[in-house]
């Protein structure tokens, strides 16, 4: 007679229980995310999901949130601590794929997926980018001749005023 198979341990990450402690820039909604991210974490170790977490991947075209196939969601989001939080399905979301990514790279090398990244200094123009810069100067330097020699571009005696009375909607006016 064989058991079922069981999944392997996956030993839980060591995480700080102190938001604080956690990357400054978990945000959602331009709001510390730290917390929520925090609290599901604790969570997850509560329920002993992280293998959970760590080998599965919500079909593409559902997600997280609306994964029918799994009753794990459903455990974690009745969680007390979870709960608590008050999470919308878009911070719900966001949260279990923190927890996701902290599951697979443990808290180490633990890099949040939206986490904000310094831009990278600009690349030097390349020669197409270069030839249409001085193109736009050379347009801009014509048009600054043109407006200082008749006050206004394409309308020598100035730009036609709009029409006014019980005639302004009417094209040709009699």
Not at 128 to 156: C, D, K
Request: aromatic residues 10%; contains cysteine.
């Amino acid at each position: 007679m064989s058991t079922p198979a069981t999944p392997p341990a996956t030993p839980t990450p060591s995480f700080p229980q102190n938001p604080n402690d956690w990357p400054p820039k978990i945000t959602y909604c331009a709001r510390d995310f730290r917390p929520a991210v925090c609290d599901m974490a604790k969570a997850v170790t509560e329920l002993k999901l992280w293998h959970y977490y760590k080998h599965y991947d919500p079909p593409v075209n559902q997600g997280f949130v609306f994964s029918t196939t799994s009753a794990n969601r459903l455990k974690v989001s009745n969680h007390p601590l979870v709960e608590a939080y008050g999470h919308s399905g878009g911070s719900f979301a966001i949260a279990q794929r923190y927890i996701q990514c902290l599951a697979e790279k443990g808290w180490d090398t633990f890099n949040p997926p939206l986490r904000n990244i310094p831009a990278a200094p600009p690349a030097a123009p390349s020669n197409s980018q270069r030839r249409a810069n001085a193109l736009h100067e050379r347009r801009y330097a014509e048009i600054t001749l043109m407006r200082n020699r008749h006050g206004t571009v394409g309308f020598p005696n100035g730009i036609p005023s709009r029409p006014s009375g019980p005639n302004k909607n009417k094209i040709n006016p009699k």
